[in-house]
């Protein structure tokens, strides 16, 4: 079975869009009060090492769904690089801790 995963975050759109943390074009969201709670997509990964890399980042295991839900501070891999670029990964840990301290939920959530 392949595993997929992916970072959600929940929050109140003003603060997605100004960390550009947003699924869609700012255009899409055109009507939206900056007060409306959205879902968005922060980070996919497509494989299993992907997604256990994904987890580990976080500092959650993969199938234990007691812990899921992200907590400042996260529980950081050292070599957060090794899945997805150096680059990428600090953005990605840039937005989750700045979503956390804004007071976002924010979930890893396996697929397999």
Known sequence: MSLQSEIL???KFS?????????YSR?????IDENTIIIS???????????R?????????????ANHKL?????LCQDRSRMIG???AGTIMDNLIDLLKKECTVFYMPNG
């Open 9 to 11: 975050a929940i929050g």
């Open 15 to 23: 603060i997605l869009d100004n960390l550009d943390c947003l699924d």
């Open 27 to 31: 255009l899409t969201y055109e009507e």
């Open 41 to 51: 997509t922060i980070a996919q990964a497509h494989t299993n090492d992907e997604s």
């Open 53 to 65: 890399e994904l987890a580990k980042m976080c500092g959650v295991d993969v199938w234990d769904f």
């Open 71 to 75: 907590k400042f501070p996260l529980g």
């Open 86 to 88: 150096e680059d990428t």
